[in-house]
T-cell receptor
Framework: SQQGEEDPQALSIQEGENATMNCSYK?????LQWYRQNSGRGLVHLIL?????REKHSGRLRVTLDTSKKSSSLLITASRAADTASYFC????????????FGGGTRVLVKP | DAGVIQSPRHEVTEMGQEVTLRCKPI?????LFWYRQTMMRGLELLIY????????DSGMPEDRFSAKMPNASFSTLKIQPSEPRDSAVYFC??????????FGSGTRLTVV
């Protein structure tokens, strides 16, 4: 089974709305990362949050981490059509060395 | 920096043929990862290297798969003989310590 699992699997919103997706994981982590993948392309690193951090911002992105619940959320504010993509969380777990385990992703569609 | 470079972008081959995928990581990155992505199984880590040394190949599906990293600037993933179920997008990624990964654009492999 995958370490990180995203919820929801798919999300459809109107341009300008906020998009929120969640990630749950199972074991203790060094850090958690979020990636974006546009159709037919490679993954692009968005943001990394360390296990001792609770919230991080990058532009229109806000990531939270709750290690007690083993969960993270990614919020995209004021979404744009260009934000249409799949979003993946990935965990760097203590027991796994320097390697990431990816969840199944959330497909986000932003309608103009 | 041109990023992580993978070749070829697309490969169509007949069952039983040997396939070699190539990757040039970002200069200065000391870790290199090979992932496979399919609709059914999502992103799977096949193998990763630290400082050119294979650390974990537990994700390599069968003996038909092999990977090498002869130097810090080049890695190959070979499938011999290839089978239709190997059809997928294969990604190479590199990273430096506990920072985000940089992914290549992937190789879309189709085995007929």
């Amino acid at each position: 089974s995958q370490q990180g699992e995203e919820d929801p699997q798919a999300l459809s919103i109107q341009e300008g709305e906020n998009a929120t997706m969640n990630c749950s994981y199972k074991t203790s982590i060094n850090n958690l990362q979020w990636y974006r993948q546009n159709s037919g392309r490679g993954l692009v690193h968005l943001i990394l949050i360390r296990s001792n951090e609770r919230e991080k911002h990058s532009g229109r992105l806000r990531v939270t981490l709750d290690t007690s619940k083993k969960s993270s959320s990614l919020l995209i504010t004021a979404s744009r059509a260009a934000d249409t993509a799949s979003y993946f969380c990935a965990t760097d777990a203590y027991a796994a060395g320097n390697k990431l385990t990816f969840g199944g992703g959330t497909r986000v569609l932003v309608k103009p | 920096d041109a990023g992580v470079i993978q070749s070829p972008r697309h490969e169509v081959t007949e069952m039983g043929q040997e396939v070699t995928l190539r990757c040039k990581p970002i200069s200065g990155h000391n870790s290199l990862f090979w992932y496979r992505q399919t609709m059914m199984r999502g992103l799977e880590l096949l193998i990763y290297f630290n400082n050119n040394v294979p650390i974990d190949d537990s994700g390599m599906p069968e003996d038909r798969f092999s990977a090498k990293m002869p130097n810090a600037s080049f890695s190959t993933l070979k499938i011999q003989p290839s089978e239709p179920r190997d059809s997928a997008v294969y990604f190479c990624a590199s990273s430096q310590a506990n920072y985000g990964y940089t992914f290549g654009s992937g190789t879309r492999l189709t085995v007929v």
